[in-house]
């Protein structure tokens, strides 16, 4: 049989092979490495046997789905050590998850954090027994009755509700038995390096109507140092979460009148209104215009759109002269009633319309997260309106508008390619336009991309951006998306080059995605020391003592006469408390003034990224800064500052 590896070589083999045995003849690194197997797109374990031709990768922690298996494992280990301390504990479901595993448990008295140490070393234990792990199957009527002798009411309530005629299967290692189809490893030997992060409530099957049972998470890695890395990034997020710089710097706020409703503060709103003021001056110079959509619309536009029959329970409505209102969720639909406000030609096409509209979403309380999940946000959106021939084109200039922004930002991203999904809409034809137009823009681009099979909307295939933070997170923000049923749904029309009538393609696309999200994005890559031209306070004046405040009044007149955010800090406190006061709220520079300035009319800057600049005149440091505000540039923080 001939196996066909990732990387294109061939190799062949007389008898039937495991994919394990395939990978020793490959290497003896690549065997040791070896997480699972990948035959023809179908994940299975190490221990699988092939008997024919087939394309073969063989997958390391490195690949997602090495890792899944990985951390898979790490799960049962984990269950395996709770049913060990506390056999009448019932398990529920154990999935791998980005970056780690949990285990939903059931246990009268629920388990808690005090519980992981005792549970971390009765997993040490089933590592360094070495067990081996065995995939075995049985029918499913057999299969509950086995899970029952076992007392795993939640396993049985799995099984029972899988077809009649399916086959179960089940992993064993020593003592312990799931249900699971895998892959895992071939032993528990190669998780050496593990950690139990928390606990949280998960109803079962989330249905709020169920039980509530214990979920435990945790992370695993094959070395140690793979491990402390992971664990020092997570205090690292800690530090810089948005919910916590937010009201030490005074940003934004959410009360319990308004859950998942942010109320901006003066800071936040300065923030807010620099990058809303930077996505008018990007787009205006892209030949966008802009509008502004009602926030809230009746009935009949949103079942036009298909809002109120696919997404009615994420809406907020009301009845308005005895008539159905919904206020809006996408503006969308806003934007292709201005469309079809007046008659359009080909000569009018492309048409990029640019909207930053207000749309609220209904959010479970449990799913809210400061910025980053709300009820209520500011969504940057812009709809572009073309023939089929300015597909490529049109999404290119998308393409470099946003990777503009977010190079601004200093984000690495990758970027993915969604393509037909199997609810879609629309003719294999139309499909195949828009794949190969966006495939196009992206290769002409230059610009690397992975293709997610199947991923796409039901309207259109879309490109993705994954954005990459300081202490590398990934984050979803910009997305262009080719739709061609809103279209159809609207009626919207233009008059071509021969005299008839044609449905332009419509482009949904969004820079930030959302501008509070976005906003606690940047809190965080920056860890609250946002770039001088973004921050709420660019110069804090810090007068010596009382005797200085007002050669302190005047040069704080003199930056905000210039148009500089400036603050003046008059309390009756020693300097090297102000200027600690100062880093604490990341403010970019200080200008300390005291006998000798005003003297010589001069300031003593300090600033966070070259720390004491010594002297200078006044007006030298406003032509710096403003320099420096204007060209929107990120500077190196060069000084250390211990908080």
């Not at 946000?377 to 023939?387: E, G, K, R, S």
Request: net charge negative; charged share 30%.
């Amino acid at each position: 049989m001939k196996i066909t590896l990732k990387d294109g070589k061939e190799k062949e083999y007389e008898k039937k092979m495991s994919v394990a045995e395939i990978a020793a003849d490959v290497s003896e690194g690549l065997a040791r490495a070896a997480c699972a197997g990948d035959i023809n797109g179908r994940r299975v374990d190490l221990r699988t046997v092939i008997e024919e031709d087939c394309q073969l990768n063989i997958l390391t922690f490195q690949e997602k789905e090495g890792a899944d298996a990985f951390r898979h494992t790490t799960s049962h280990i984990m269950a395996q050590a709770i049913k060990r301390l506390y056999p009448e504990a019932k398990l529920a479901i154990g999935p791998s998850i980005e970056n780690g595993f949990y285990y939903d448990i059931d246990r009268d008295e629920p388990l808690t954090t005090d519980d992981f140490p005792a549970i971390e070393a009765e997993m040490k234990k089933i590592v360094k027994e070495n067990l081996k792990i065995e995939q075995f199957s049985m029918p499913r009527e057999e299969a509950i009755q086995f899970m029952k002798e076992k007392e795993e009411p939640y396993k049985v309530e799995l099984i029972e509700n899988l077809p009649e005629d399916a086959i179960i299967s089940f992993y064993r290692q020593g003592e312990f038995v799931d249900l699971c189809a895998g892959p895992h490893l071939m032993t528990t030997k190669p998780v050496k390096a593990f950690k139990l992060l928390k606990l949280a409530g998960a109803y079962w099957r989330g249905n709020e109507k169920n039980k509530m049972l214990t979920r435990i998470y945790g992370t695993s890695y094959p070395k140690a140092g793979e491990l402390e890395e992971y664990l020092r990034k997570l205090e690292e997020a800690k530090k810089r979460d948005h919910r916590k710089l937010g009201k030490e710097l005074s940003l934004f706020t959410i009360m319990d009148e308004g859950p998942g409703f942010p109320f901006f503060l003066p800071k936040g709103m300065i923030l807010k209104n620099q990058l809303i003021d930077y996505w008018r001056e990007i787009h205006t110079r892209e030949g966008y215009v802009e509008i502004s959509s009602p926030i809230m619309l009746n009935r009949t536009l949103w079942e036009t759109s298909g809002h109120w029959d696919h997404y009615k329970a994420n809406m907020y409505t009301t009845v308005i002269d005895e008539e159905d209102f919904a206020i809006k969720p996408m503006n969308c639909p806003g934007g292709l009633l201005v469309y079809k406000s007046q008659p359009h030609s080909y000569r009018d096409l492309p048409i990029r319309m640019g909207e930053i509209g207000l749309v609220h979403r209904h959010e479970k309380s449990g799913a809210l997260h400061g910025l980053m999940r709300v009820r209520c946000f500011n969504q940057d959106d812009a709809h572009i309106f073309m023939t089929k021939e300015q597909i490529t084109e049109e999404i290119k200039g998308v393409v470099r508008l946003i990777d503009e922004v977010y190079h601004l930002f200093g984000f690495k991203y990758h970027v993915e390619l969604s393509t037909k999904p199997e609810n879609s809409m629309g003719s294999e034809e139309d499909w195949e336009m828009a794949i190969h137009g966006l495939k196009q823009a992206l290769e002409e681009i230059g610009l690397p991309y992975e293709v997610n099979e199947g991923d796409g909307a039901f309207y259109g295939p879309k490109i993705d951006f994954h954005l990459e933070d300081s202490i590398g997170r990934t984050w979803q923000c910009g997305t262009i998306q080719l739709d061609f049923q809103l279209p159809l749904r609207f009626e919207t029309e233009y008059i071509g080059a021969d005299g008839e009538k044609h449905q332009p393609i419509m482009v949904h696309r969004v820079v930030f995605g959302s501008i509070e999200r976005f906003i606690g994005i940047l809190t965080e890559h920056f860890a609250g020391k946002f770039p001088t031209w973004l921050a709420p306070v660019q110069v804090k004046v810090l007068p010596i003592s009382d005797k200085f405040f007002d050669y302190g009044k005047k040069v704080f007149d003199m930056l905000r006469k210039e148009g500089i955010r400036a603050e003046i800090d008059e309390r009756a406190e020693k300097i090297g408390y102000k200027i600690r006061e100062a880093r604490l709220e990341k403010v970019p520079y200080m200008l300390i003034v005291g006998q000798k300035e005003e003297e010589a009319g001069l300031v003593s800057v300090r600033s966070r990224f070259l720390g004491d600049e010594g002297q200078k005149d006044l007006k030298e440091f406003m032509s710096d800064i403003q320099k420096e505000i204007s060209s929107r540039i990120i500077k190196e923080e060069e000084e250390k500052e211990s908080e």
